[in-house]
């Protein structure tokens, strides 16, 4: 299986600041690579899909790079509706594996 | 729009069956894959398989073969989940999700997700 590692599990920052999420796959997915925003009492979000593309409605502060083996979520300017909790995804190969997650608070 | 609508909580004994469901609306339900995904309390997320209500196929992930038994039905729009021999250890939030259209491959993003069954395994 490929493994999905998000070293980071918890990240705070102030509105208005730039945070930056990783994500490492333990082998090469290409940029079979998606992201997803959870918020309390809401559904999972899909942001990015194929490393780097928005999914409609993302606003543009998100964005998202890399490919192979190392991608990054990047959030400029954060706004206070920003916090939650944000998981990568692979989809290259089955069994399809997520990140164990990262939560970002909003100080 | 979108939504999935997924059935209630379950307090359900050891050793026992339970069966969640999914109702799709917005969309041809028949025309796209409905994964499900597990989520165990202070864990992350666990793909368990999908479904194509197009025609019954179904995939699921090693880890959960003979644990679930995903189905639908196309009349309506509902997908299924059956969980049996059912151990403290599936004790979890179960989501459906639906596929986003991305080709004819089942692996791809989820664009929309149900908003969660917990079922909780205890006697």
């Known amino acids: 299986d490929v493994q999905m590692t998000q070293s980071l599990s918890y990240l705070a920052a102030s509105p208005g600041e730039s945070v930056s999420i990783s994500c490492k796959a333990s082998k090469s997915i290409s940029n079979y690579l998606a992201w997803y925003q959870q918020k309390p009492g809401e559904a999972y979000k899909l942001l990015i899909y194929s490393g780097s593309t928005l999914q409609s409605g993302t606003p543009s502060r998100f964005s998202g790079s890399g490919s192979g083996t190392d991608f990054t979520l990047t959030i400029r300017s954060l706004e206070p509706e920003d916090f939650g909790l944000y998981y990568c995804q692979q989809y290259y190969e089955k069994p399809l594996t997520f990140g164990s997650g990262t939560k970002l608070e909003i100080k | 729009q979108v939504q999935l609508q997924q059935s209630g909580t379950e307090l359900v004994k050891p050793a026992s069956s339970v069966k969640i469901s999914c109702k799709a609306s917005?969309?041809?339900?028949?025309?796209?894959?409905m994964h499900w995904i597990r989520q165990q309390p202070g864990n992350g997320l666990e793909w368990i398989g999908w479904i194509y209500p197009g025609n019954g196929n179904t995939k699921y992930n090693q880890k959960f073969d003979g644990k679930a038994t995903l189905t639908a039905d196309k009349s309506s729009s509902t997908a299924y989940m059956q969980l049996s021999s059912l151990t403290s250890e599936d004790s979890a939030v179960y989501f459906c999700a639906r596929r986003m259209s991305m080709g004819i491959t089942p692996y791809a993003p989820f664009d929309y997700w149900g908003q969660g069954v917990m079922v909780t395994v205890s006697s």
């Open positions: 917005g969309y041809t339900f028949t025309s796209n894959y």
